[in-house]
């Protein structure tokens, strides 16, 4: 039984007259699942509701921050507090240095870090960084991984960019991409090749540690040995973005997981607690290039904002002191065994690929081990199934090329609870079939 979503519509057709497609971000639009969005009014815990009064499971928790689930108490008091003493100062702040002093406890490869206002301009500044630090221009990528709409990263992007048939875009001129080489995920050969060739150019190799991007994809231990190697013997730098994974596949991100050390990193997400936030951060040699200590300029009106910075502060603090990574682990491994078992009941070619509390169900049988992997899936079947996932108040990521996020305010019966809606949406879509 469809859910009412009248007032949502009504209101998304009054949105798209007034905002390019009705949203403020392409990978809220449900384009690739043959739907309009529904309009949120509140979150509390793990569960959202939209403007009709629908209540949904919610596995995006706003496309990562929310790790604590929505509404956290200890998040909404430092926020009040700050709130209370003023918005903003542009003028040093005592939250500044004790989120910084947060990030640099939990991430052992970060000795120094500057605060930004997102994801996409921590990795601007941080690309910026690699070049302005190496003298080079060069700088290596990986299709399907996504490092916000930076104009030198936007080819072969994932995410939105990817979901809506637009990886490389328009308005990006040909000098902004001309030094940045794309290669393939999880091959190591390719990086040998490019070094033993232009070694010298590079400035900087960046990756998403764990990709959230096309879909959830762990890198193979081989392919990270290659770049730690590579990136050291010819001088470049090796730059891990954890703006999804930061903080959340453990307190120390995806690189803690993983046992590298990257020389950079870029945070988002869950370092704000749901507040506009976004780092970079690395050894002190090289962050000691960024202005006004060195000469890499970068700058931001709103950056350590107080408020964001509490929000932030509130939500690291929570994790350290409440550990929910095994719990998170626990719930990420449930709701990856029952989406396999229902999804093989049901006789769906499938690969369910987790990490931690972050997991896509491809409609593809897998490995899926780079992009051209993820774009060989069933994006008709993934969008019928999520249809039916949110007609049973489950509210999942609006596409296959993106991950779902458990939260700690996640328990065992709601697991359960969207494992039996999937069962539920698999038969629908099998009995369409016949
Ligand atoms: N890097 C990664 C890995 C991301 O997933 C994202 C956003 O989803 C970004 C960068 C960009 O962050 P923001 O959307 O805060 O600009």
Redesign the pocket.
Known sequence: MPLDHTRSSAEFARARNLIPGGVNSPARAFGAVGRDPVIMDRGEGPYVWDIDGNRYIDFIGS?GPHILGHRHPAVMDAIATACAKGTSFGAPTLAESELAEAVVDAVDSVEMVRMTN????A?MSAIRLARGATGRDVVVKFAGN???HVDAMLVSAG?GALTLGTPSSPGVPAGCTNDTVVLTYNEPGQLEELFAARGEEIAGVFL?GVV??MGLVPPEPEFLAAIRRLTEKHGAVMGV?E??TGFRLAYGGAQEVLGITPDVS?F??VIGGGMPV?AYGGRRDIMEHVSPVGPVYQAGTLSGNPVAMASGLATLRTLKETNPYPRLEELGARLARGFDEVATKHGVPHAVQRVGSMLTLFFNPGPVRNLDDATASDTDAFARFFRGMLDRGVYLPCSQFEAMFVSAAHDEAMIDETIAAADAALADMASDRT
């Open positions: 496309w997102s994801g996409t301009e990795a996504y490092h916000g995410s998403e959230g991007n973005d703006v999804m870029m988002g997400k976004g």
